[in-house]
């Protein structure tokens, strides 16, 4: 979870380093860098970035 102003401190944990979560967390990583550089990936990062434009 990235720390936010709004996020309260019982809600903040250290980021695992090893074990189930972190090996999860890291294959969640290199899968959407993978998706993000697929022609349906880039497109949606665009549209992303323009909805963001947007607001």
Same mark, same amino acid.
């Given at each position: 979870?990235?720390?936010?102003? @709004?996020?309260?401190? +019982?809600?903040?944990?250290?980021? =695992?380093?090893?074990? *189930?979560? !972190? ?5 969640? @990583?290199?899968?959407? +860098?993978?998706?993000?550089?697929? =022609?349906?990936?880039? *497109?949606? !990062?665009?549209?992303?970035?323009q909805g963001?434009?947007?607001?």
């Amino acid at each position: 979870m990235a720390w936010t102003v @709004e996020t309260p401190t +019982e809600e903040l944990e250290d980021f =695992p380093t090893c074990g *189930f979560r !972190a090996r999860r967390w890291l294959r969640f @990583e290199r899968d959407l +860098e993978a998706w993000l550089a697929t =022609p349906e990936g880039q *497109f949606a !990062a665009w549209d992303a970035a323009q909805g963001a434009k947007s607001d």
